[in-house]
Structure formats: structure tokens, C-alpha cells
Nanobody, 124 residues
Framework: QVQLVESGGGLVQAGGSLRLSCAAS????????MGWFRQAPGKERDFVAA???????NYASSVKGRFTISRDNAKNTMSLQMNSLKPEDTAVYYC??????????????????WGQGTQVTVSS
């Protein structure tokens, strides 16, 4: 059974940093895309960042320059370093992995596996 487990969420002041991690088990995703999405209260789930099998990356314009996505294929993990956090970054952050896409894909329906989410709250 495939599982994705996020960790690292929490409460931080504006301008601060957090690092989210996603640990995959049940299969390896080294040859496929992985990504982060987020959902704020009352809003749709939005793309944040993705990383392809080769390490190519893709970021939402709202986080580019502040967030950095990375992966460790040997450990079957993915991380999201979030710097200069803003109150509008407050959301539940979801880890996602694809069994089909190989490039850093921003479309949520290209991802087949999802974590349970971790809350990130940025206070002003």
C-alpha cells in the first residue's frame, strides 16, 4: 500500500521559515514527478511546486524565489523549504506523487497519490 506522509508544518511569524518533508512508502517514485499543493479555507487546492524525475522544477508564481523543492530518491523523500513566509501562505499543504508524469507537472489530476496534509499557519 502506497503512503505519503507529510511533516514539518506549524505556526510561524511572517518572514519566517519552515521546511516540509514528505516520506513515501510502498513504492518508489524516483522515475516520476512529485509535488506540493495547498488548500486554504474556502478555496480550491492550488499548485505550489513540483519536481520531475530528472530534478527539473516548477513553481507557482506566488512562491517562486521564496520556496525550494527538492527530492532524495535514495530515501524516497521530498522536501519543501519555505522562506519569507507570508500570511497568505497559510493553508494545508499536501504532498503528491505521480505514477504517470515524469516532468514537474502543475496539474493536480496528474498525481495519483496524496498525503493527508500538514497545516502551515503564518501569523502577521
Amino acid at each position: 500500500q502506497v503512503q505519503l506522509v507529510e511533516s514539518g508544518g506549524g505556526l510561524v511569524q511572517a518572514g519566517g521559515s519552515l521546511r516540509l518533508s514528505c516520506a513515501a512508502s510502498g513504492r518508489t517514485f524516483s522515475n516520476h514527478a512529485m509535488g506540493w499543493f495547498r488548500q486554504a479555507p474556502g478555496k480550491e487546492r492550488d499548485f505550489v511546486a513540483a519536481i520531475g524525475w530528472s530534478g527539473n522544477t516548477n513553481y507557482a508564481s506566488s512562491v517562486k524565489g521564496r520556496f525550494t523543492i527538492s527530492r532524495d530518491n535514495a530515501k524516497n523523500t521530498m522536501s519543501l523549504q519555505m522562506n519569507s513566509l507570508k500570511p497568505e501562505d497559510t493553508a494545508v499543504y499536501y504532498c503528491a506523487a505521480s505514477s504517470r508524469a515524469i516532468s514537474a507537472n502543475y496539474v493536480s489530476n496528474q498525481y495519483d497519490y496524496w498525503g493527508q496534509g500538514t497545516q502551515v499557519t503564518v501569523s502577521s
